[in-house]
């Protein structure tokens, strides 16, 4: 499974857009890029998904260069509610079916008024 | 409100005992998932079922074991509980269909507490 990197910590302001770096240089071809946000004692919530380019759902936006080993998941106009950790997963098998998620330590955003 | 239950919310006990977490998946979901955090260790990968079927295993302690039932409900037995076991404990699940990468609905987990 990719090892994946990402900051242990980051802080913003209420309004602000929010980007979160992941680097994931051992990607394999069939892995997905997936990111899950998690509030204290509440199981991880899935944000958005992509394998190549930009995606955009409601609520971020993921961008992703050609070669994949690294992502940005971008929050737009954070709130104080977006107070949360934020893990980035590289995995899961198309085809196959999905497999145990490997979640690293995360990333604790921090969103101050 | 993911779909996925989990009961117990709360469970203390002590060493050496055996405690059963059970989950209910989302209705039309075949895979369910365990997971273990705790502060030190983060959120791991334990094991995953599929139409109650072994899948994938991660780092499942042979103290610990699991099954899916016909209903698809699933449950995780720890035994010879140690005090390093207590942990949040949540289970996932997907519908896992085998044509792409399935988003994981968790549960809201069971705190399991080893005195």
């Known amino acids: 499974l990719a090892k994946t990197t990402q900051p242990i910590s980051m802080d913003s302001y209420e309004g602000q857009e929010v980007n979160i770096t992941c680097s994931h240089n051992n990607i394999a071809t069939n892995d997905y890029i997936t990111w899950y946000q998690q509030f204290p004692s509440q199981g991880p919530r899935f944000i958005i998904q992509?394998?190549?380019t930009k995606v955009t759902n409601e609520v971020a936006s993921l961008f992703i260069p050609a070669d994949r080993k690294s992502s940005t998941l971008s929050l737009p106009r954070v709130s104080l509610s977006d107070t949360a950790v934020y893990y980035c997963?590289?995995?899961?098998?198309?085809?196959?079916?999905?497999?145990?998620?490997?979640f690293g330590k995360g990333t604790h955003l921090i969103i101050q008024p | 409100d993911s779909g996925v239950t989990q009961t117990p919310k709360h469970l203390i006990t002590a060493t050496g005992q055996r405690v059963t977490l059970r989950c209910s998946p989302r209705?039309?979901?075949?895979?369910v998932y365990w997971y273990q955090q705790s502060l030190d260790q983060g959120l791991q990968f334990l094991i995953q079922y599929y139409n109650g079927e072994e899948r994938a295993k991660g780092n499942i302690l042979e103290r610990f074991s699991a099954q899916q039932f016909p209903d698809l409900h699933s449950e995780l037995n720890l035994s010879s509980l140690e005090l390093g076991d207590s942990a949040l404990y949540f289970c996932?699940?997907?519908?896992?269909?085998?044509?792409?990468?399935?988003?994981?609905?968790f549960g809201p987990g069971t705190r399991l507490t080893v005195l």
């Open positions: 209705s039309g979901d075949l895979s």
């Open positions: 996932a699940s997907s519908i896992t269909t085998g044509s792409s990468y399935n988003e994981q609905f």
């Open positions: 992509g394998y190549k």
């Open positions: 997963l590289v995995g899961g098998r198309s085809g196959g079916g999905a497999d145990g998620l490997t």
